[in-house]
């Protein structure tokens, strides 16, 4: 029968999730455990124990690893990070709106403006601004507005998996190791590497002094510290 932990699953590894499936690393502790591990913000959840877990939301997520029998359980991992320039204009600024709650995320782009040609959507998370990570939406609000100059944005695409905040058109605007196998969901995640460039991980959060990470592109290698 399948344990179930009263550990806060992900939050007391040291991260936090976030989507409506697909499902996104929003946050890492510095320091942390999952931080320890590899585990990035903006890495997509593939794979929970082995399970195809790819159009998962967080919540679900979040009851599957709770009656895992690994505590924590093992993950499958790819970055999804994206980096975009954006040239402002006089009249559309940037051409984006953002939240003022955490995570902060893009809730509205302007069709044709300069973010949305390279881009950025409704929906997407920003983590960082000209090299700076982004806390709160104080850390973003200084570039908005009539900005001539170029920003440099790191994004989780979120807002690719999520058209639930449509785009505007406006005239002119002011655990314990398990050992990594050749199975279908795997070679799914190489094919995507071969495809994208992105960086593929298996990861095992073991406890608070341990750590263990396996590439699931090229040679696996292995790190274990204690």
């Excluded at 398990?178 to 279908?184: A, D, H, Q, W």
């Excluded at 495809?195 to 790190?223: M, P």
Aim: include cysteine.
């Amino acid at each position: 029968m399948p344990l179930r932990t009263t550990l806060k699953w992900p939050k007391h590894f040291g991260f936090d999730i976030i989507g409506q499936g697909p499902c996104f690393v929003i946050n890492v502790e510095k320091g942390g455990i999952a931080y320890h591990s590899g585990l990035q913000p903006g890495d997509q959840i593939l794979e929970l124990d082995g399970q195809d877990v790819i159009n998962m939301s967080a919540e679900a997520l979040k009851t599957l690893a709770k009656h895992s029998r690994s505590q924590p359980p093992t993950l499958g991992v790819v970055s999804r990070l994206m980096s975009v320039d954006i040239v402002g204009t006089k009249t559309m600024g940037l051409g984006f709106v953002i939240t003022d709650h955490m995570p902060v995320t893009v809730w509205n782009v302007e069709e044709g403006g300069p973010a949305h040609s390279s881009g950025v959507r409704p929906g997407d998370v920003i983590v960082e601004v000209n090299g700076k990570t982004v806390k709160t939406s104080e850390d973003v609000r200084p570039f908005l507005g009539t900005s001539l100059g170029r920003v440099t944005m790191t994004l989780i695409p979120l807002g690719k998996y999520n058209s639930s905040h449509p785009v505007t058109r406006q005239q002119s605007v002011g655990t314990s190791v398990k050992t990594v196998t050749e199975g279908s969901r795997v070679k799914r995640a190489k094919d995507l590497h071969e495809k994208v460039g992105d960086i593929n991980f298996r990861i095992t959060l073991k406890n608070e002094t341990d750590f263990f990470w396996q590439t699931v592109c090229g040679e696996e290698s292995s790190i274990c510290l204690h």
